[in-house]
């Protein structure tokens, strides 16, 4: 009589299942501290800003720090996480920056930064070669940009995201609650949410990243990027600022274009709405680019990679 339960494939997908199972729980026990480490990092970062400002002048922006590449993490024991690098400072716009190394234990369990240290290195760094501590804020990036939140829940929330010359960050949620952050070195920094790593999205737009998703915002208004005036600039004629209605592929769309740039598109059908920009020559959303013609009171879209592709749209209201 066979008394083999398994067989020998029985037992190597035995094995193999088993070490899968392993796998997979490894890999969730991972996400949990990578969390945790950008969340000790955030913290860390925010104090050492503060703590420099407070002793040496400047404003939050004269403290920049250069990205997750120059700062590591460590077990300090317990619920702390020690967290160590460097960065730059610099007072004003006419004074050079200067390196500086810090060191900082974080309790991940209650939020409390337990200690800040900083050492400036001594060496000046000369803007004009760099550095490796480019903490201008490009123009393309200045300005307000709306898009759902890459740090959010699973669908991810929409937000708008307002960026100064200054590197000052502000995120406005649906609730009209408000968080701010920095922006140095390509990313947005806070001080309780993930860095988003942040790039150049399209003429108009960013793309953000972080460890949940990659998501892309659009210019809603201000700003200056490639040397030409962006929305609020006072290029949108007229004609185009209002409300209209016309008939698409997919039913009945309303479409909102503002004096400062920023548009709406609204699905009539199933209330779904979309956002872009128009410069005055071009209306822009994420799938596709339209010229826009005045049509006696409203206004005609022509798609620019299918010029038979054209809507009408009748004017509901101004704006």
Request: charged residues 25%; positive net charge.
């Amino acid at each position: 009589m066979n008394t083999t339960i398994f067989g020998l494939k029985g037992i190597r997908s035995f094995v193999a299942c088993a070490g899968l199972v392993a796998f997979a729980l490894a890999a969730g026990a991972a996400s949990p501290a990578l969390a945790q480490d950008d969340y000790a990092v955030n913290l860390a970062q925010q104090a050492v800003r503060e703590r420099i400002v407070r002793e040496n002048g400047g404003s939050q922006s004269s403290v920049n720090f250069g990205g997750r590449r120059r700062v590591e993490t460590y077990a300090a024991g317990g619920n702390r996480t020690g967290v160590r690098g460097e960065g730059t400072f610099a007072r004003d716009s006419s004074t050079r920056r200067q390196r500086f190394t810090y060191d900082a234990v974080v309790n991940t369990r209650n939020g409390r930064v337990q200690s800040v240290n900083y050492n400036f290195a001594g060496d000046v760094l000369d803007d004009d070669a760099g550095g490796g501590y480019d903490s201008n804020v490009p123009r393309w990036l200045v300005g307000t940009f709306r898009g759902r939140n890459p740090a959010g829940g699973r669908q991810g929330v929409q937000v708008d995201v307002i960026v100064d010359s200054a590197g000052n960050v502000t995120v406005v949620h649906p609730n009209g609650s408000r968080e701010t952050g920095t922006y140095s070195n390509g990313q947005f920094m806070f001080a309780s949410r993930p860095t988003w790593d942040v790039t150049r999205s399209g003429r108009d737009g960013f793309r953000a990243t972080t460890r949940r998703r990659t998501e892309d915002f659009v210019r809603i208004s201000g700003g200056d990027y490639d040397g030409r005036p962006g929305p609020g600039s006072g290029r949108v004629p007229n004609w185009a600022v209002g409300t209209f209605r016309g008939m698409t592929d997919s039913g009945e769309s309303e479409l909102t274009i503002r004096s400062d740039g920023s548009a709406t598109s609204r699905s009539l059908r199933t209330g779904e709405s979309f956002y872009g920009t128009y410069d005055g020559r071009t209306l822009r959303f994420d799938w596709g680019d339209y010229d826009v013609q005045r049509e006696r009171d409203g206004i005609r879209t022509i798609n620019m990679s299918n010029r038979n592709d054209q809507t009408v749209y009748r004017r509901e209201r101004g704006y």
